[in-house]
């Protein structure tokens, strides 16, 4: 079945919870199959981390609620236990209006019970008003019981047991306060696990904060995973045959994987090696060479604000990417990416270093955070996309492309309370970038389009390109 971890709202521990959970079990030799609601990028790196395996996204805003339940039911087929981790609140959806992509949307779709996360700091009696509101609120959802975080005392915690006596929901977790566990964070959320130097004691920790906190007896028999929904690919989501020829050699996709590049969802990469893509990981911070035979360049999100210093030293780099781009290299950046392929970067010290060049734009941070769905219209034709083609992606920066936008990517405005549209990213027929994050899980053809011009270039002389 598996077990879908809610918090009351956001800041309420429901990572940390989700986290000890994932970090006991998988101490157990378990395979253990996470995942994760909305667009997140860094919490799933932590549940990697715990368990060893890719945590996937469920966001029925960026694929489709068939893709969500398809993805669940795939990925989790093969594992002994599997663990939903939500976003903000139970109830918090995309728009504020419904709640729609929230945690509570998710658990309907799967049909998953809900481990409600509980904020106990300052509160004793109000917890079972607290509890009885989000058991009641909609009554489709399963409430398998609350975990109580930040518990003062055992004079706190005997209150809080009181007050929830009559409500008939059982308590299946109680963490106390925790100062031993902290896990850093910056402007765009937790710092991801490549750079905390101390992720194995802290796993540790948290795999011993499991153990001791939950009561597993109960939790076993949501966790175990007895795969209840019908592991068939929902029609709409079956790959139809695209004439796609074998491709020999496969066509070499270099993903840059560093500090600086990390956002990247495993259904874009597991759709561009099903689609016959050799994927080679390679670091625009240490690397001054692109790997051999590379036939196309695809830069995730991530956080180059903080490497700038670092992406501007490495000139070798630099000179490979903007010579393979200027080549006809096809090229696929998102966010992270544009701003490095952009003139310069200005940093969080708004201190100004020299990117690749390729894009006539300054990337600098702004005080403005930028977040939300968007739909997004191709302005031009793409590696990706055709002239007119609409795509549903996610923004999150806190930084600005600056200059004139004379070839954008695409005109954007949100998914929900549309605006005004706006010209947003970069194109060329060879490259494609943009702040705009997409997810092709359910859109094989992103995938497939962006291969097939990998392979092209790959068979073709390289040109200059301007």
């Known amino acids: 079945m ?30 253990v199959q996470s995942f994760k609601v909305g667009p997140d990028y860094i919490d799933p790196m932590f549940h990697r981390a715990m368990t060893g395996r890719p945590c996937y996204s469920l966001d029925p805003v960026l694929t489709s609620e ?3 339940r398809h993805s669940y039911t795939i990925h989790s087929q093969n594992a002994d236990y599997a663990l939903v981790e939500g976003v903000m609140g139970l109830f918090d959806g995309a728009s504020g209006i419904d709640d729609t992509a929230s945690t509570a949307h998710i658990a309907r779709l799967l049909n998953l019970p809900v481990l409600l996360v509980v904020d106990c700091a300052r509160m004793s009696r109000s917890l079972a008003a607290l509890v009885h509101g989000y058991r009641s609120f909609d009554p489709r959802l399963k409430l398998a019981g ?17 007050a929830l006596a009559d409500t008939g929901v059982p308590i ?52 175990s995973n007895g795969n209840s929904a019908s592991s068939e690919c929902p029609p709409s989501l ?33 759709q561009l090696a099903a ?86 734009l300054e990337a600098k941070m702004a005080s403005k955070l930028t977040l939300g769905y968007h739909r997004a219209v191709a302005q031009s034709d793409s590696p990706l996309l055709k002239r007119g083609q609409t795509v549903i992606g996610h923004e999150f920066h806190h930084s600005q492309a600056v200059g004139p936008l004379t070839q ?3 005109q954007v405005q949100r998914y929900y309370l549309p605006q005004e549209p706006r010209s947003e ?31 092209q270039y790959r068979c073709e002389k390289p040109r200059r390109v301007r």
């Open 66 to 68: 068939d893709y969500v």
């Open 2 to 31: 598996g077990l879908i971890v809610a918090g009351d709202r956001s800041g309420v521990g429901k990572t940390t919870a989700t986290l000890a959970l994932l970090a006991a079990l998988s101490r157990r030799s378990a395979r």
């Open 425 to 455: 990213g970069w194109c060329l027929p060879h490259l494609q970038a943009s702040y705009v994050h997409l997810h092709w899980g359910d859109k094989p053809e992103l995938a497939r389009r962006f291969v097939e011009c990998c392979w």
């Open 408 to 410: 954008p990517m695409y």
């Open 172 to 223: 299946l977790g109680v963490l106390r306060r925790e100062p031993t566990i902290q896990i850093p964070d910056r402007h765009l959320g937790l710092v991801p696990t490549a750079e905390i130097k101390n992720l194995g004691a802290l796993t540790v920790r948290l795999a011993e904060l499991g153990k001791r906190s939950f009561d597993w007896s109960q939790l076993e028999r949501w966790l």
């Open 275 to 360: 689609q016959g893509a050799e994927l080679v990981e390679w670091s625009p911070l240490s690397d001054t060479s692109l790997p051999h035979n590379t036939a196309g360049l695809y830069f995730g999100g991530g956080f180059p604000e903080v490497f700038a210093l670092e992406l501007a030293q490495n000139q070798g780099a630099i000179r490979v990417v903007r010579d393979a781009i200027a080549q006809g290299m096809p090229t696929y950046a998102e966010c992270g990416g544009l701003m490095y392929l952009s003139q310069s970067l200005t940093d969080l010290a708004e201190k100004s270093w020299p990117m690749v060049g390729t894009l006539p």
């Open 146 to 162: 609350v975990v109580l975080n930040r518990v003062g005392s055992d004079r706190h915690l005997d209150l809080l047991k009181a």
């Open 238 to 270: 079956v790959p139809k045959d695209s004439g796609k020829k074998e491709l020999d050699p496969k066509p070499r996709i270099a993903i840059a994987t560093d500090n600086a590049f990390s956002f990247y969802y495993p259904d874009n990469l597991d």
